[in-house]
């Protein structure tokens, strides 16, 4: 089956602490994403890629890194200059081939605790 | 400023009986609009999108939306409600920021009750 796919599914982060969220995707996408889901907020964009070993920071990448070196993986390293990482984070992709940002493909989530 | 809004936290609807979820926009140019669906802990699913032509849009599961350009609008409908339809349901636009961009609403619940 085509998809995406996030690992782990829930995460616990020490203060201090970084932590790096998985996602693959082996629908043959170009662009990736990641977004964080906070109650009542919708989603915020953290990074996006467009192709491999590019990617441009979105609206709250402060805290967050990321890396594009396979167009199948994007993951996400939550650093302990995230000062409120608790959240629901969201990768998805969408086919080069249209315009950037037309239809995307979600994930099934990360959601990370801080103790 | 760029931005999508969705004016109702929750809908609440029996079942059986059709449903809206409103959504309003403000873009530059001509906009991308979507629908998507969330179930509880799980990613977005996508419904339906507007590019142009038909100002009516059938997507998946029965829903369908309504383009209206002069009330900057995009509603998402379906006929008869299911229980199974209760979600949280987001509004989203492409958007040309200095770069584009997609912005979505913040989301609406969605409750169907039997």
């Not at chain 1, 990617?55 to 200059?81: H, M, W």
């Not at chain 1, 080069?96 to 037309?102: A, E, K, S």
């Not at chain 2, 309504?66 to 609008?73: H, P, V, W």
């Not at chain 2, 987001?90 to 609406?108: D, E, L, M, P, Q």
Request: glycine share 10%; aromatic share 14%.
């Amino acid at each position: 089956d085509g998809g995406i796919t996030q690992s782990p599914k829930y995460l616990f982060r020490k203060e201090g602490q970084n932590v790096t969220l998985s996602c693959e995707q082996n629908l043959n996408h170009d662009a990736m994403y990641w977004y964080r889901q906070d109650p009542g907020q919708g989603l915020r964009l953290i990074y996006y890629s467009q192709i491999v070993n590019d990617f441009q920071k979105g609206d709250i990448a402060e805290g967050y890194s990321v890396s594009r070196e396979k167009k199948e993986s994007f993951p996400l390293t939550v650093t302990s200059a995230q000062k409120n990482p608790t959240a629901f984070y969201l990768c998805a992709s969408s086919t080069g081939g249209g315009p950037l940002w037309d239809t995307q493909y979600f994930g099934p989530g990360t959601r990370l605790t801080v103790l | 400023a760029q931005s999508v809004a969705q004016p109702e936290d929750q809908v609440n609807v029996a079942e059986g009986n059709p449903l809206t979820v409103k959504c309003t926009y403000s873009v530059s140019g001509n906009p991308y609009l979507f629908w998507y669906v969330q179930y509880p802990n799980r990613g977005l699913q996508f419904l339906l999108k507007y590019i142009t032509g038909d100002n009516l849009v059938k997507g998946s599961y029965g829903f369908e939306a309504e383009f209206n350009k002069s009330q900057t609008s995009f509603h998402l409908k379906k006929p008869s409600a299911l229980v199974s339809d209760s979600a949280l349901y987001f509004c989203a636009v492409r958007a040309n920021t200095g770069g584009f961009k997609t912005i979505f609403g913040a989301g609406t619940r969605l409750f169907v009750k039997a």
